[in-house]
C-alpha cells in the first residue's frame, strides 16, 4: 500500500508539472487526471487510517494537504472549463 500511495504522489505531481507546461486548451485532461489520482489517494489514506496502519495525527495532517490540493486543483479545474467553453453569443435586439 506504501509503494502505491508513493506512486500517486508522484503522478499526482507528474500530472501537474504536464499541465503547468501546457497551452490553456491542453491543460484540463491532466488536471483532472491529478483530481482523479488525489481522490484516490485520500481513499487509500483513509483505509490506513481505519486499519489503525496509520495514527490519527498523521492522517488528519495528510488529509489537510489533500484536501488543500483537491480544492485547487477543483479550481483550476473549474477555470479551465470557464475559458475553453463557448462564448455566449449576443442577444437580439
Same mark, same amino acid.
Request: glycine share 6%; hydrophobic share 40%; aromatic share 6%.
Given at each position: 500500500?506504501? /509503494? $502505491?500511495?508513493?506512486?500517486? *504522489? !508522484? #503522478? +499526482?505531481? #507528474? ?8 497551452? /490553456?486548451?491542453?491543460?484540463? =485532461?491532466?488536471?483532472?487526471? !491529478? +483530481?482523479?489520482? &488525489?481522490? &484516490? *489517494?485520500?481513499?487509500? *489514506?483513509? +483505509?490506513?487510517?481505519? &486499519? $489503525? ?6 492522517? +488528519? !495532517?495528510?488529509?489537510? $494537504?489533500? &484536501? #488543500?490540493?483537491? $480544492? ?7 477555470? *479551465?472549463?470557464? /475559458?475553453?467553453? =463557448?462564448?455566449?453569443? =449576443?442577444? #437580439?435586439?
Amino acid at each position: 500500500m506504501g /509503494q $502505491k500511495i508513493d506512486n500517486l *504522489l !508522484a #503522478e +499526482i505531481i #507528474e500530472a501537474i508539472s504536464i499541465a503547468i507546461f501546457l497551452k /490553456q486548451e491542453e491543460k484540463l =485532461p491532466y488536471v483532472r487526471l !491529478a +483530481i482523479r489520482k &488525489t481522490d &484516490t *489517494l485520500k481513499i487509500f *489514506l483513509m +483505509i490506513l487510517w481505519e &486499519t $489503525k496502519s496509520l495514527d490519527n495525527k498523521k492522517y +488528519i !495532517a495528510l488529509s489537510e $494537504k489533500l &484536501t #488543500e490540493i483537491g $480544492k485547487m486543483l477543483g479550481g483550476w479545474n473549474g477555470q *479551465l472549463l470557464k /475559458q475553453n467553453s =463557448p462564448g455566449k453569443l =449576443p442577444r #437580439e435586439k
